[in-house]
């Protein structure tokens, strides 16, 4: 019974959460204009289109779908805004 009405409710409540820590993250990018942080926020939000998409899909292995790039997207974008902000070039 939980797996036919508790996994979309979960899937659900994850995609909500990555979508608020992307509102937060915009935020702090509203305070300071640091790209690290609007990166970020798309980072997020690609995570919850992420777990939407795999809601209705119903698509059981989720690593066997397109719809896991866009995850991997999700992760490429934060390591390159982690190195863009650490790698600063030499003078």
Not at 4 to 33: C, D, K, N
Not at 83 to 91: E, F, G, S
Request: charged share 15%; proline share 2%.
């Amino acid at each position: 019974m939980f797996a036919a009405f508790g996994a979309p409710f979960v899937t659900g409540a994850i995609a909500m959460g990555h979508a608020i820590a992307g509102l937060f993250f915009l935020r702090f990018w509203a305070r300071t204009r640091d790209k690290l942080f609007v990166t970020f926020a798309v980072a997020f939000w690609l995570m919850a289109l992420n777990q939407t998409l795999l809601a209705f899909s119903g698509d059981a292995r989720e690593e066997q779908s397109w719809i896991y790039l866009i995850r991997l997207a999700a992760f490429i974008l934060i390591i390159v805004a982690i190195l863009r902000k650490n790698i600063r070039p030499h003078a």
